[in-house]
Structure formats: structure tokens, C-alpha cells
């Protein structure tokens, strides 16, 4: 199964940060996972693949300049450059920070969020 995961915050501020990325991480022994990734986060992935969306926020939320840039490769992901990744059959989405981008890409792959 092709997992495509959205995780786009500049910060592990949870417990639930830290068990998605862990989730993400054993569903890659199994299955081929490509993560939309934020790598200002501070975690490096052992398992599963990353294509990185360098995000920058300040106390009001996310710095415009860089939103332009996500938005533009958010655009691409979407037209379906993924490079030489598979479309996926799933999205696996944690927080509503990323619902948005999910759900854009649920309707240009036609698969399910999870």
C-alpha cells in the first residue's frame, strides 16, 4: 500500500506529534510511505520517506513568504509530481493544521483521509 502522510508543523509540541511520526514509522516496514514533511520539526525519519515543505511561523502563525513557497509545492504534489513515488492510495493526516492540505490531495489522488 502507497501512504502519502502530511505532517507540516515546525515542532513537536505533543505526545501526538511524537505517535504519528512513530506510526508513520512502522506502517514503513511494511508498506511505502512518502511523508509532506517539515524537517524544522527537529525529528529525522528512519523509515519512511520524506519530500520536505520548509515552513516558517512566527507567534501569529505561518510566515506568508514561506506559505507561498508550500502553497507552490503543495500545487505540484498535487498535480502529480510526486517524482518517482507512486500515487497513493491512502492520506494519513494528524491535526487539523494539516487537514487542509489533505483533503486537497484526497481529491486529486480520489483516496480516502485517514
Same mark, same amino acid.
Given at each position: 500500500? $502507497? ?15 511524537v505517535? /504519528?511520526?512513530?506510526?508513520m514509522?512502522?506502517? &514503513? ?8 514533511? $517539515? +524537517?524544522?520539526?527537529? /525529528?529525522? +525519519?528512519?523509515?519512511?520517506?520524506t519530500?520536505?515543505f520548509f515552513l516558517? /511561523? ?11 513557497? &508550500?502553497?507552490? &509545492?503543495l500545487? &505540484?504534489?498535487?498535480?502529480g509530481?510526486?517524482?518517482?513515488h ?6 494519513l ?18 483516496c +480516502?483521509l485517514?
Open positions: 500500500m $502507497n501512504i502519502l502522510g502530511v505532517f507540516l508543523v515546525q515542532e513537536l509540541r505533543t505526545g501526538g506529534h505517535r /504519528y511520526l512513530e506510526l514509522e512502522s506502517l &514503513a516496514e511494511d508498506h511505502d510511505v512518502l511523508v509532506l514533511f $517539515n +524537517p524544522r520539526c527537529g /525529528y529525522r +525519519p528512519r523509515r519512511f520517506r519530500m520536505d516558517l /511561523y512566527d507567534r501569529r502563525g505561518i510566515v506568508p513568504r514561506s506559505l507561498l513557497f &508550500a502553497l507552490t &509545492a500545487w &505540484a504534489v498535487a498535480r509530481h510526486l517524482g518517482n507512486h500515487e497513493p492510495d491512502l492520506v493526516v494528524f491535526g487539523e493544521s494539516n487537514l487542509a492540505a489533505a483533503r486537497v490531495l484526497t481529491r486529486r489522488y480520489g +480516502p485517514v
